[in-house]
């Protein structure tokens, strides 16, 4: 009876010592955690440099302060806060707001203050041993050579919990990229950690490196990033913009690189980075700062296209057989059918496509429009006449993203069969109650993104490849995908006719400001109504004509006419990229664009302060 | 000159020829084993190990060379000095720690160490011996009953707490705890079950009552309501299989079964009654119908289940009073052992750590001197009394188990030579050996493992110190010298 007590005894307590050394995992990590002081080798975030090498974005050294609360004994407080620069108020109020946090431990590491300066580090460093339980981890902060862009590249922020349970790479504390380029690249410019693992005794003393250092791990450093970006050319449209609402969108139609790509108002990237990131990111957001800098309109911005549509539609004209290069349509100062009128402006009658581009002709496109729609004998119905014009858009890149490496890209809108069934009801409506988008007014919404991308489309007379921002990534291939050709289902004769139609609406239609002497431009006005003022103002344009190196959509909310302000701002950055410089006899038109503001009282500092 | 040539016919000339080598080997095993994981618990990662080593292995070697020349004395000597002299030997230990208790320098905070020299002993770990042999004296006696002799039973506790109340003068409660093992003995040698009973029910009592204080059922806390329904079953159980009155038990569990119903039904309708006083009343209730039918039917068995049922009770309301007189460093051991109090900073650290290091070997460990809780010393006493936590950060459930597997078969070994003893003495001496190993193994290995609370007493021939391992090796070879006499022994 005895030797079964014991046998019972030995028996609970090997059950027990099974469920302790075999069953359970969690005494594995608390030894971790006890024994091994993991210390986080932070590997340097990529570099971007622009399409002619130059340096855009770096980093630079920044401190943060570590701390092992159990670690922390016999700590001269006020003797720390000096070192630091805080007072005891900021130290106790720290250490409270570290023991709310979710991931507070007294066995791990504590971030107890970022981004030392380099002042403060190095008195920081020098006493060190004298403050057990606190230690530096250097971390990498973004600098900025340029202070332009930053819809473009984006910004680095502190990890939040959605991103640890996302992703296992991210632990309390580290960045990530937020917005832009910063955000779409990160797999590649975050890089490795590394990880070096010291023994740690329990009184807090480090006892050297586990197994001297054989399962450390050395970080390995982010991939550079190439942006498409001629920086350069990004900061004069944002100059071009200032005062102005609106966006510059610049692609190099050959390869779908975005030479720039301006959203106005900006802001300051350096305004994102370091300890005032927070508070400078809440003024930036706030529903008080009226400019919404953090709205990129050249990528999320939904405008009417207004006339930068036309090219478009002719191209959707021809191809479908509903008119072919002679046919004419007729405009009395507008479109009058079936009690309705679509005013246009004085030029010859009747006048086929290519004048019809030239001269921005409403009638002839709500002709074409409406022999097309309202072609049952081709179609069918009205609504699959509809179906067939809005599949061509969406091939031509408008209606959906494009699928730029740019995150939050807006879709802008064209509407299909559907939705105007249901808003009319079935069979209810037909070309004439929608005529308006024929024009690119009504229903269809655009990104200024879309519309420099149509411009490439014809640029390349009948294919593009989906805008992108970066031109090459450091030692690895560009993603999947990004760089495929995208071919409309368009006959390239047709494009042809489209660009000469464009090219006499800048030698002798809409466009004049652009045509420049020694680089022949084509482009497409637009003036687009809207709801909420004045109308504004749009221009698409490429060039050179026969080997077109730029494509180039500007658009100035409430600029009025498309001659305004959209023909100057695209020539000016035309001109600027292929020059390099603007001619003195343009001059003038640079400095009335640079002093330009359509913002009325509301005139923004355009330097930011340093 | 008779005496003489009794002697030498009597006296085994070799000790050896019946020496039980199982053990022997089985000791030799835990001895070194022992050594090894004190070098790797000493072990630093840092250069100093080789004085390390020097400090605690090495000496522990010499410790059990000197243990073994002990032990051979131990077999050459005559086997009846010992029962012989086990009144002396026991009284000359009673009176070395009374002294040691003002001669012993203060050593964190007890006195219970003589520095002979370099080296420094624990008296009390001696005189377990001494104890085991002075009640294996007493029961040997001419026509000694422990059962139904009061008079026998204080004598057989007053040798046991003689040396416990010295050695708690010494402040080395830990130790004086190992003693309560010999009470086991009692039992063995036909001390009432009742008594063994009584103080398991009072631990389970006392377990509930101070575990169990918040939640509230019936208005009041589970471990009140757990023990009364305890109570309630345990009087039913005792009144049919302890008084054999299948009546009484049915009439009990009718009653109680009944007051339960009652009162949770009125409280589920809203009437708030203080069920607690309720609950007791009923309880006393039954003891005075208990003692009522007992004496109808001459039935004294049921006045001890009435005394239970009512002592039960009355038990679990002084377990608080009794709890707050505790020193609050023996509140926190008994309350985090009962996972109340998780405390990773305060008393449970040793435990926590403890566990975490045993934890995290695994099922083969880390590997001989790779244990990085215990070398860089998050354990406690890792050397001493938590040696067990090295051996299993470093060997896994692989070396744990050997271990427990080891001091199994030591024991279960000691039992059937225990069985096999043709006198008293030896027999009582082998089942106070058995016990004390018994508790040993199950507190110390039951404390670091986090099953029993910190009780500061040494795992035998695995923890480092020349007092322990002496005392376990003199209790253990006076056992095999015995043993090997005892085909001499005229039944």
């Known amino acids: ?610 | 000159m008779s005496l003489n040539q009794n002697r030498r016919t009597n006296a085994d000339p070799s000790a050896f020829r019946s020496l039980d080598w199982l053990t022997v080997a089985l000791y030799l095993i835990m001895v070194v084993l022992g050594a090894i994981s004190i070098y790797a618990a000493s072990y630093d990662f840092d250069h100093a190990s080789i004085f390390s080593f020097a400090e605690f292995s090495g000496k522990q070697f010499r410790w059990i060379g000197l243990g073994l020349v002990i032990a051979l004395v131990i077999l050459l000597s005559d086997y009846r000095i010992y029962e012989t002299y086990a009144y002396p030997f026991y009284v000359f230990m009673l009176v070395l720690l009374a002294v040691t208790i003002f001669i012993a320098p203060d050593t964190k905070g007890s006195h219970s160490w003589l520095k002979f020299g370099p080296m420094s002993l624990q008296p009390a770990e001696f005189a377990k011996c001494a104890t085991a042999l002075a009640l294996a004296k007493l029961f040997s006696g001419y026509n000694f009953r422990l059962a139904g002799s009061w008079h026998n039973l204080f004598k057989a506790v007053g040798i046991i707490l003689a040396p416990v109340v010295l050695i708690i003068l010494q402040k080395e409660t830990g130790s004086a705890l190992a003693y309560m093992a010999l009470f086991f003995v009692l039992y063995r040698e036909g001390m009432s079950g009742l008594i063994m009973l009584a103080a398991l029910v009072a631990v389970v009592i006392f377990v509930v009552a101070v575990k169990y204080t918040d939640p509230m059922i019936l208005d009041m806390t589970k471990g009140q309501f757990i023990v009364i329904v305890l109570t309630m079953l345990t009087a039913s159980a005792m009144s049919g299989i302890y008084a054999r009155s299948l009546e009484v038990m049915r009439n009990l569990t009718l009653g109680f079964g009944v007051s339960i119903g009652l009162a949770f039904l009125c409280n589920s309708l809203g009437l708030h009654l203080p069920w607690l006083w309720f609950f007791i009343a009923v309880i006393v209730l039954a003891g005075v119908y208990m003692v009522l039918t007992g004496l109808r039917n001459h039935l004294g068995r049921l006045y001890a289940c009435a005394v239970f049922a009512v002592g039960a009770v009355a038990f679990s309301f002084s377990v608080n009073m009794l709890f707050d007189h505790l020193a609050p460093h023996q509140q926190n051991r008994i309350l985090v052992s009962l996972g109340i109090k998780a405390d990773p900073r305060g008393a449970g650290y040793n435990v926590n750590q403890s566990m975490i290091a045993i934890g995290s070997g695994g099922v083969t460990g880390k590997g001989f001197l790779n244990g990085t809780q215990t070398k860089l010393k998050y354990v406690p006493e890792q050397h001493t009394d938590f040696i067990f936590c090295t051996i299993g950060e470093e060997e896994g459930f692989v070396g744990t188990t050997a271990v427990i597997v080891l001091f199994l078969a030591l024991i279960l070994r000691i039992l059937t030579i225990a069985e096999r003893q043709p006198s008293t003495f030896s027999r009582v001496y082998a089942y106070s050996v058995a016990s004390i190993f018994i508790f040993h193994l199950c507190i110390n290995v039951g404390m670091v493992i986090g099953l029993c609370p910190v009780i500061g007493i040494p795992l035998p021939f695995f923890s480092y110190g020349g007092s322990s391992l002496w005392g376990f090796t003199i209790l253990l070879f006076v056992l095999l010298r015995l043993d090997s006499a005892r085909k001499l022994i005229r039944r």
């Open chain 1, 1 to 610: 009876m005895v030797g079964g007590f014991v046998v019972l005894i030995a028996v609970i307590y090997i059950i027990r010592l099974f469920t302790l050394q075999v069953a359970e995992d969690k005494y594995k990590v608390f030894a971790e955690n006890n024994a091994f002081l993991r210390k986080v080798q932070y590997p340097s975030r990529g570099l971007m440099y622009d399409r002619n090498g130059e340096l855009v974005v770096y980093n630079q050294p920044a401190y943060d302060v570590m701390m092992i609360p159990r670690d922390m004994k016999g700590v001269d407080t006020l003797d720390f806060c000096r070192t630091v620069g805080i007072t005891r108020e900021q130290f106790d109020q720290r250490i409270d707001e570290m023991k709310k946090s979710p991931g507070y431990s007294v066995y791990t590491p504590q971030r107890f203050m970022t981004h030392l300066t380099a002042r403060d580090y190095g008195r920081l460093q020098e006493k060190l041993y004298r403050y057990p339980g606190f230690y530096t981890q250097k971390r990498i902060l973004r600098q900025y050579n340029y202070k332009a862009a930053a819809n473009v590249l984006g910004n680095v922020r502190e990890v939040n919990q959605d991103d640890i349970d996302r992703d296992e790479y991210y632990k309390p504390g580290d960045y990530t990229g937020d917005l832009g380029v910063e955000k779409s690249y990160e797999r590649y410019l975050r890089g490795d950690k590394g990880v070096e693992i010291l023994m740690r005794d329990a009184y807090g003393r480090i006892q050297g490196r586990f197994e001297e250092g054989a399962l450390d791990m050395p970080p390995h450093s982010g991939r550079n990033l190439t942006l498409s970006l001629d920086i350069k050319l990004q900061q004069y449209a944002e100059s071009l913009m200032v005062n102005k609402i609106g966006a510059v969108v610049a692609i190099e139609p050959k390869t779908g690189e975005i030479l720039c790509m301006v959203s106005s108002p900006t802001y300051d990237p350096t305004l994102l980075v370091g300890r005032e990131r927070g508070k400078n990111y809440r003024m930036l957001v706030s529903n008080d700062n009226a400019d919404h800098p953090l709205f990129d309109r050249a990528l999320m911005g939904a405008y009417p296209p207004g006339s930068t549509f036309k090219p478009g539609q002719a191209l959707i004209l021809l191809q479908e057989g509903i008119i072919d290069l002679n046919t004419a349509y007729p405009c009395y100062h507008g479109y009058i059918n079936g009690g309705l009128k679509v005013g246009c402006h004085g030029h010859g009658s009747p006048i086929p496509v290519k004048p019809a581009l030239q001269t921005s002709c409403n009638a002839f496109f709500c002709w074409g429009f409406k022999n097309m729609v309202d072609r049952r004998s081709k179609y069918g119905s009205s609504a699959n006449a509809f179906e067939v014009w809005k599949n061509h858009l969406v091939q031509l890149g408008y209606g959906y993203k494009l699928g730029v490496d740019i995150p939050n890209e807006g879709r802008g809108f064209i509407p299909n069969a559907k939705f105007y069934d249901k808003f009319y009801g079935e069979g209810h409506w037909s070309a004439n109650t929608i005529i308006s988008v024929s024009i690119g007014q009504g229903e269809v919404l655009a990104t200024p993104l879309q519309m420099a991308n149509l411009c490439a489309t014809i640029a390349n007379r009948g294919h593009f490849i989906t805008p992108h921002a970066v031109k090459a990534i450091q030692d690895t291939v560009m993603p999947e995908g990004l760089l495929d050709v995208r071919t409309p289902d368009i006959d390239r004769k047709w494009f042809e006719a489209v660009a000469e139609g464009m090219r006499m609406a800048v030698t002798g239609g809409t466009c004049r400001t652009a045509n420049l002497p020694d680089i022949m431009v084509a482009g497409k006005t637009g003036t687009a109504q809207n709801p909420h003022g004045k109308d504004h103002s749009a221009f698409i344009g490429f060039a050179p004509y026969d080997n077109p190196q730029i494509a180039v959509a500007v658009y100035v909310e409430n600029g009025g006419f498309g001659a305004t302000y959209g023909v100057p701002i695209g020539s000016l950055v035309i001109e600027k990229y292929m020059n390099g410089e603007i001619s003195p006899a343009r001059k003038y038109i640079e400095t009335n664009m640079l002093n330009a503001n359509t913002r009325g009282n509301r005139v923004i500092k355009s330097k930011p302060k340093d």
